[in-house]
């Protein structure tokens, strides 16, 4: 929008009455919250995989049965 146009729209809601600048600014603020609160939503599939490279040359049971020995202290 050009500042011209800013300033138009500006003065023309100034001419508003109270309750209708109030009307507009509920609206205004209630487009922005929807704008900035949408975002894609994420499926916990899409951490799939993730990580795998760590555990690549590890033995499953081993880790296991190391992990169990060590909570006997």
Same mark, same amino acid.
């Not at 609206?27 to 916990?44: G, P």
């Given at each position: ?12 809601? %100034? ?5 209708? %600048?109030? &009307?507009?600014? =509920?609206? $205004?603020?209630?487009?922005?919250? &929807? %704008?900035?609160?949408? &975002?894609?939503?994420?499926?916990? $599939? =899409? $951490?799939? !995989? $993730? !990580? ?8 499953? %049971? ?5 992990? &169990? ?5």
């Amino acid at each position: 929008m050009s500042t011209t146009a800013y300033y138009e729209v500006l003065s023309r809601i %100034q001419r508003l009455t109270p309750a209708d %600048q109030l &009307r507009l600014l =509920e609206e $205004l603020a209630a487009l922005v919250r &929807r %704008q900035v609160t949408t &975002r894609a939503r994420r499926s916990i $599939l =899409e $951490l799939q !995989g $993730l !990580g795998k490279e760590i555990w690549q040359d590890i033995d499953a %049971q081993e880790y296991v049965d190391r992990e &169990r020995a060590s909570w006997n202290g």
